[in-house]
């Protein structure tokens, strides 16, 4: 197909740079909606140009759809309303900070937070529905309405302005994380099991201080006397390769306990 005499929608030039730049499999949903126009839904998403140039030249004010997962290689952490907004607040506060990503502002005043999907074998990242109350997991099976979509309501999806795709780079899903979302609801004792077991056997350099931070915040949570945590992080640091020196140590357990004073605080404003 000749492209070159084409005059597509702003639409439709925002699908074609998510296919041809950011290599994302688009395809097109209803105008203000999110459900697809096509027959296989996300199914039918594509980074083929032509495909993707036939769609919104016959549907010029197509919404833009991104299948999530392996074959687009991002999840999203998809955050509905303020009660959304709170949950995710609460979770983030019990366990550790996440790193700068790719992050849009939906119609309805959500998120959706990109992360990169994981290059480790048997992983599968599924969709979770109310993961978190008013939080979704979107993953392998699953899509998002990107920018400059219209949301139902009328109002348009954005790139948050610090988070823009082709001003920032797509982060890596922390470690600590994809242990906690890529297994069932019901085999949560199995899940913190497994993450556990795998941190206090030691780690390696690239995963010390994620490590760190998740277990010194671990027992700070269970009130664990301070004096008692600084000797048990000091005998586990031993069995990592390398080990972190005293001062990053101190400096991780200083800063956990300090965020740890925060959440105590933040959790009896909140009365829950």
Known sequence: MNNSKIVLSDLGKAAIYYAKYLNWNVFPLIPRDKKPITSNGFKDATTDLNQIVYWWTRYPYANIGIRTGKESSFIVIDIDSEI???????????????????????????????????????????NRVNWLEKVDIRGDGGYIVVPPSIHPNGRRYTWELTSRPNEVKMAELPYWLLIIISEDKDKTTKRETSYWRYILNGVNQGERNNAATSLAGHLFRRYVDPAIIIEFMELWNKKNNPPLSDKELEAIIRSVGRKELQRRKFRKAVKY
Not at 92 to 103: C, D, F, G, N
């Open 84 to 126: 959304g907004h709170k949950s995710f607040e609460i979770f983030i506060r019990q366990y550790e900070s996440l790193p700068k990503t790719i992050v849009s502002i939906t119609g309805s005043g959500g998120k959706h937070i990109l992360f990169r999907y994981p290059n480790i074998k048997n992983i599968v990242i599924k």
